[in-house]
């Protein structure tokens, strides 16, 4: 997220606004007063993260609440496994605030930039089919109301709204603090290799239950899949992290800065992309390591990006997948970002793009500065024909009258939404369109 003036911009810089007033609450009073105060003047008010979605989701044209000084542990307790954060810590800063404890969190996403209450809010997830989003690791939340009034919501206190809650798009209040089911300290196993793509198609989903956790990334113009397999092991066993040199040449020199200016000189040369892939899917993506987990689930993307994902049943990943694949060829695009495929455990979670089924993810992405829209439009009416649920956060053309259709629990998350935000006092442009006016 980033300031030029008083005009906000997300990361991806595909959202930005001009807000009315901006406002940097330091405590969850802090919040409660701004919202009071926005409410009395008939604004809207929204809080920000650090702008990782890639959709509007975060755009606040009235006063814009800045959760930056709202960051920290406010409790642990090794005993029970609980953490509870404020809303605007990074979830980079999550595991040093947690290790005191013996504590981590369960699962993590690739990128870790974003703030906790914006990763779950959004539906931010990892992969790993035994493993749901950020937010089924979410067992209580506080958020202030239209009404100006604190909100509880765990197992003893309105337990019926977690699975609103713990997902709720921002449209519901503002989070102040949310509480984490975390888990012992835990190290992982994990194995980058390059292998055939055919190969992995058409042994996908052994391979997804023998790791657990497993994706793979597929450069266009290739038959490389770059594959990660991530395995929880004992506490006991040896760290054996990558060398310093080996992991700074190819994740910051390759993976970041070689491709940034790749990437930028495809703009004007698209033919260079096939040929650069082939060589990407040498150089990268082999590599065995043991580290702690957050060390391995998340990776350092400077490369800015414009990305749209969905969740399709598990089963129907890889025709997607292949169809994907088929689009690519048939059109004669260059893509000079990898597609990348993940897997979730279904939860409860009403508006999870998991609930109720194990799902797979598939990812396309394009440069910042490439016009993403023809090829995100054909990637998504295949995900749509194969049952696909769009990630909140990243882009997509989908409204309320048809997502309604995707989501079992969509008229209860609404209801709820009429009764907690009645005049709208937490919504967009983004939010009109997803859940309706």
């Known amino acids: 997220m980033t300031r030029i003036g008083g005009t906000w911009q997300n990361w991806a810089r595909s959202a930005q606004v001009t807000p009315l007033r901006v406002e940097r609450p330091r405590s969850p009073e802090g ?4 919202v009071r105060a926005a409410v009395a003047q008939g604004l809207t008010v929204k809080a920000v993260g650090a702008g990782h979605s890639f959709t509007g989701i975060a755009v606040a044209p009235g006063v814009l609440l800045e959760l930056d000084d709202m960051q920290g542990l406010v409790s642990a307790d090794a005993a029970t496994g609980r953490a509870t954060l404020l809303a605007g810590t990074r979830l980079h800063r999550i595991p040093s605030l947690l290790a005191p404890f013996g504590l981590a969190m369960e699962n993590l996403g690739d990128i870790d930039r974003q703030s906790i209450s914006g990763a779950i809010s959004t539906g931010t997830h990892g992969t790993g089919a035994g493993f749901g989003g950020l937010a089924t690791q979410v067992v209580g939340a506080t958020l202030v109301t239209a009404a100006g009034e604190f909100l509880r919501v765990d197992e003893g206190q309105n337990a019926d709204l977690l699975p609103a809650i713990a997902l709720g798009l921002g449209a519901l209040g ?9 888990v012992p300290i835990f190290l992982m196993e994990a194995i980058d290799e390059p292998e055939p793509l055919d190969d992995v198609l058409e042994a996908l989903h052994d391979r997804v239950e023998a790791s657990d956790h497993f994706e793979f990334y597929w450069f266009p113009h290739t038959d490389i899949a770059l594959t990660k397999r991530q395995t929880r092991v004992p506490e006991s066993t040896r760290r054996q992290p990558l060398p310093v040199l080996g992991r700074w040449i190819d994740e910051t020199v390759l993976s970041n800065g070689v491709y940034r200016a790749v990437c930028a000189t495809g703009q004007a040369m698209p033919a260079i992309t096939p040929p650069f892939n082939r060589l990407a899917v040498k150089l990268t993506g082999d590599r065995r390591y043991t580290e702690l987990s957050h060390r391995v689930l998340t990776q350092s993307r400077t490369v800015r990006f414009r990305e749209m994902e969905y969740a399709v049943p598990a089963a129907n990943v890889v025709p997607a997948f292949r169809a994907v694949r088929d689009l690519i060829e048939r059109r004669g695009w260059r893509i000079e970002f990898p597609i990348e495929v993940r ?7 009403w508006l999870s793009t998991a609930y109720g089924r194990a799902s797979g993810y598939i990812a396309v992405h394009r440069y910042w500065r490439a016009d993403p829209s023809a090829y995100f439009e054909a990637v998504e009416q295949i995900m749509l024909e194969h049952g696909g649920r769009p990630h909140w956060g990243k882009l997509h053309t ?5 997502l309604q259709e995707r989501y079992p629990r969509f008229g209860d998350f609404t209801a709820l939404r009429d009764r907690l935000d009645p005049e709208r006092r937490f919504t967009n442009r983004y939010l009109d369109r997803v859940l309706g006016a």
């Open 31 to 34: 919040v409660q007063r701004a």
């Open 174 to 182: 503002i989070l102040v603090e949310v509480t984490l089911q975390c």
């Open 343 to 349: 897997f979730a455990a279904e939860d409860d979670r």
């Open 398 to 402: 989908q409204t309320a009258e048809q």
